[in-house]
């Protein structure tokens, strides 16, 4: 048993060290690969290279018989992923002969994407505006909340927005290989100029912070727009007082949804949102 204890440890120096993944992300992998150690005793495997097709399926039909508590597929199919991983190092290493893409993960319920309501979507807009802050920070707020609900971007791409990218009715979203130009609903483009007429500052990023950490950064002659944790936060503050939970991603559910019942083509819309696949269109529909 020591050989594969050797081996496991092996592959999570290599996620620390080389993959460099969080630490939170290593302690699922401890945890995962922990439930696997045990099964292998349990069943004498010493080695990764004596894995084949039969252990997996016994150590699928283990983790489905857990009941303490009873494990949900997608909590099975994160103790796969993490064996899927292993076994992909152990092979690179000459450590196991086993294919790691034979290691099947279940099958999920699809889920409908979560949406928000007419009437918490529009108190939700309206909410920075009334919120005891500076007038900067309300209209920066208020201006996110608009481009959010109107073009269905991801923070992440909101983050890396330019003050070039904004020309009045249009925004340009720079993606790699895949720049598109959106069309700013009326709101979007008038709290998006309302925030940038009120800015003094000439630093290029579309969004940015406006507390004293900012000065600091500022001094430093560095130019940061906010994060995408940075703009996720911002929004969850504005559902506090709200009968339900919002967040970046459930605004970006709302739009789509909207653009489909408006009748939108789900192809134009998936190319308009920069979409690899058409998963996130038909949850909405």
């Not at 920066?140 to 109107?150: M, N, P, Q, W």
Request: aromatic residues 8%.
């Amino acid at each position: 048993m020591d050989l594969i204890k050797k081996q496991i440890l092996n592959f999570l120096q290599y996620w620390e060290d080389v993959k460099r993944r969080s630490s939170r992300t290593l302690a699922n992998y401890h945890h995962y690969l922990d439930r696997f150690l045990k099964f292998c005793e349990k069943s004498k495997l010493t080695d990764l290279a004596k894995i084949d097709s039969e252990f997996i399926r016994r150590y699928n039909n283990y983790l489905t018989a857990l009941d303490h508590p009873k494990m949900t597929r997608q909590t099975q199919n994160y103790h796969l992923i993490a064996l899927r991983m292993l076994l992909k190092y152990g092979n690179i290493k000459k450590q196991g002969n086993c294919d790691h893409r034979k290691v099947k993960l279940g099958k999920l319920e699809k889920k409908k994407a979560q949406v928000v309501d007419k009437q918490t979507f529009n108190d939700v807009l309206a909410s920075p505006l009334s919120r005891h802050s500076s007038e900067i920070i309300k209209l920066r707020d208020k201006a996110i909340l608009e481009l959010l609900a109107s073009s269905g971007l991801k923070v992440s791409e909101i983050s890396i927005l330019q003050k070039r990218d904004f020309a009045g009715r249009t925004l340009l979203c720079r993606k790699p290989k895949m720049d598109r130009q959106l069309e700013l609903s009326n709101q979007a483009q008038y709290w998006l100029r309302e925030y940038l007429q009120k800015r003094k500052d000439d630093r290029p990023n579309l969004f940015i912070s406006h507390d004293k950490a900012d000065s600091a950064r500022q001094k430093a002659k560095e130019d940061f727009g906010l994060s995408p944790r940075s703009i996720e936060r911002i929004v969850k503050s504005y559902s506090a007082n709200q009968k339900q939970k919002i967040t970046p991603q459930i605004l970006r559910n709302t739009y789509i949804a909207q653009k489909l019942l408006s009748g939108e083509n789900p192809k134009d819309l998936k190319s308009q949102l920069g979409l690899k696949s058409n998963s996130a269109i038909r949850n909405n529909g």
